[in-house]
């Protein structure tokens, strides 16, 4: 059983379309993280919840909306999409927010807005 | 604000060559170090960690210590393999912030030929 899983794992858009993506653990985890990956790999938090409350949002523009309908999912909705929205977008959970807690990370959905 | 420094990829090795990442951060207090691994076209998955100083994090081979006076935690592995070849993200979690997203390095690819 997966972990972690994302849908969809490849998104192709056109500029200004509203998009969605899903994210399910199964591991009975409190928290949960969006990450986005750039062209260069580089890799930044955008949001946390935690028991489906919002905890951390990372300066990203209020276009991208995450909801935490229960502790073990959190979707991600984009807004008129722009062509710098092109990224790899990683789903991670954890047990809790304590510091050496691992977290495990979903295989990534592939966003490509022409 | 918290940071962590990678040495620049591609690191090209020769199958059963000897590896070193270098991975150096900066952050207040005392934060939990971790590397994750990047297979092509896949998630991130965690390789190994420590969370606290003189800390041996050991997986798959790979080693890597926790040394606060040099704040480095790099990551060694004495015979590589041609599956190794992936990207290795050096990361941390700073507990003074209260919350526990990791903050990456920007990774460094690994390339092994037989």
């Known amino acids: 059983d997966t972990a972690v899983s994302q849908t969809p794992k490849y998104l192709v858009t056109q500029m200004g379309n509203d998009k969605s993506i899903k994210c399910e653990q199964n591991?009975?985890?409190?928290?949960m993280y969006w990450y986005k990956q750039d062209s260069k790999k580089f890799l930044k938090i955008m949001f946390s919840y935690n028991n489906k409350e919002l905890i951390i949002n990372e300066t990203v523009p209020n276009r991208f909306s995450p909801k935490s309908p229960d502790k073990a999912h959190l979707n991600l909705h984009i807004n008129s999409l722009e062509l710098g929205d092109s990224a790899v977008y990683f789903c991670?959970?954890?047990?809790?927010?304590?510091?050496?807690?691992?977290?495990?990370f979903g295989p990534g959905t592939r966003l490509l807005v022409l | 604000g918290d940071s962590v420094t990678q040495m620049e990829g591609p690191v090209t090795l020769s199958e059963e060559a000897f590896l070193t990442i270098n991975c150096t951060y900066t952050?207040?207090?005392?934060?939990?170090l971790f590397w994750y691994v990047q297979y092509p076209g896949e998630g991130l998955q965690l390789l190994l960690k420590a969370t606290k100083a003189d800390d041996k994090g050991s997986n798959k081979g790979f080693e890597a210590t926790y040394r606060k006076e040099t704040t480095s935690f790099h990551l060694e592995k004495g015979s590589v393999q041609v599956s190794d070849s992936a990207v290795y993200f050096c990361a941390l979690i700073n507990t003074n912030s209260g919350y526990s997203t990791l903050t990456f390095g920007k990774g460094t690819m690994l390339l092994v030929s037989p």
């Open positions: 591991l009975g985890h409190d928290t």
């Open positions: 991670a959970s954890s047990p809790g927010t304590s510091g050496g807690e691992t977290q495990y």
């Open positions: 952050a207040t207090g005392y934060p939990s």
